[in-house]
């Protein structure tokens, strides 16, 4: 049976000039021979969103999903940077990935998994970002590993403390329960 994980990228790491190399360098040393799926968050670009937010105290439920049609783009940065991965953008071919048990790297699209219809799954809010968001990728796959790789450098990390300190959002414990986490700090 093939290793499967799933790899959340922090999108604070985003700016830094060395962070694609030193992600293929995590990819090909501590995951290879593995199933990867793939998953970016927002860095600056949600942290604009929130910005908006506080100055306009908008809708929260709409700002949520305003921030994950913003994922799309560092899906298509993710996409400039590792091309030799293999894309899941649509929920269909996402249907199709689920039962996939192929070793390699897939980037997956949170739009292709994530949708309103998700309702009951996460809050809709500011207290869900994309780390509680790939633990439900995690789950809808059947995968009980997911991974973190984050910009900080605390390294003895519980998910509990990580929601406490606001490394992770506050619903990834829940979201989390049922999986191994692991964390990777760039």
């Keep these: 049976m093939t290793n499967r994980c799933v790899i959340k990228v922090g999108g604070s790491l985003f ?38 937010d506080s100055a306009h105290a908008m809708n929260p439920h709409e700002m949520h999903w305003r921030c994950i049609r913003a994922l799309g ?25 689920r039962n996939c048990r192929l070793t390699g790297h897939y980037l997956i ?12 799954a996460l809050p809709q809010d500011w207290t869900t970002t994309s ?32 929601a406490d300190a606001g490394i992770v959002d506050p619903v990834f414990p829940e979201a989390s329960r049922n999986l191994a986490v692991t964390w990777h700090f760039l």
Excluded at 27 to 52: M, P, S
Excluded at 138 to 150: E, H, M, P, Q, S
Excluded at 153 to 158: A, F, I, P
Aim: hydrophobic share 40%; aromatic share 10%; glycine share 4%.
């Design 73 to 97: 783009l560092t899906f298509d940065l993710a996409c400039e940077w590792f091309p030799q991965t293999t894309r899941i953008e649509t929920s269909k071919a996402f249907e199709s990935h």
């Design 109 to 120: 699209a949170i739009d292709s998994f994530y949708s309103r219809s998700d309702a009951d």
């Design 15 to 52: 700016d830094r000039k060395d962070f694609p190399m030193r992600m293929f360098t995590l990819l090909k040393t501590e995951y290879a021979d593995q199933q990867v799926n793939l998953v970016f968050g927002g860095g600056g670009i949600i942290d604009a969103l929130r910005d908006i």
């Design 131 to 162: 780390d509680s968001i790939s633990a439900l990728l995690a789950t809808k796959l059947g995968i009980n590993r997911l991974a973190l790789v984050k910009s900080c450098s605390e390294h003895q990390l519980t998910v509990e403390a990580a």
